[in-house]
């Protein structure tokens, strides 16, 4: 079992960055691939960014691409979401979460879930 507790989000203007943590318990941090996705209102879940277990293949939304930055830090058993450059459109809840073996693209294939945390860019 492993347990996520998201910190970070909030109301920024279009243009500022944030960072998003996600801070694990549990099992072994490092057995699990890390994605962070977010939902708008009216839109499925989507990955923007996931990251391996070993940190050294990330994969990013063409979306966010340039913009977000993903890392992990295993020893501090945390996953990080650098949000540069941000949009109004980037506006969503946005969840971290795990699975066993590699990155994947959806959500049902993600075992455990942070809480989630509001990001609201305003123009």
């Known amino acids: 079992q492993v347990q996520l507790v998201q910190s970070g989000g909030g109301l920024v203007q279009a243009g500022d960055s944030l960072r998003l943590s996600c801070a694990a318990s549990?099992?072994?941090?490092?057995?699990?691939?890390m994605g962070w996705f977010r939902r708008a209102p009216g839109n499925e879940r989507e990955l923007v960014a996931g990251?391996?277990?070993?940190?050294?293949?990330?994969y990013y939304a063409s979306s966010v691409q340039g913009r977000f930055t993903i890392s992990r830090d295993n020893a501090e058993n945390t996953v990080y979401l650098q949000m540069n450059s941000l949009k109004p459109e980037d506006t969503a809840l946005y969840y971290c979460?795990?699975?066993?073996?590699?990155?994947?693209?959806?959500?049902?294939?993600?075992?455990?879930w942070g809480q989630g945390t509001q990001v609201t860019v305003s123009s």
């Open positions: 979460a795990a699975r066993s073996g590699l990155i994947r693209t959806k959500p049902n294939e993600y075992s455990y």
């Open positions: 549990g099992r072994t941090f490092s057995s699990y691939a």
């Open positions: 990251i391996s277990r070993s940190g050294d293949n990330a």
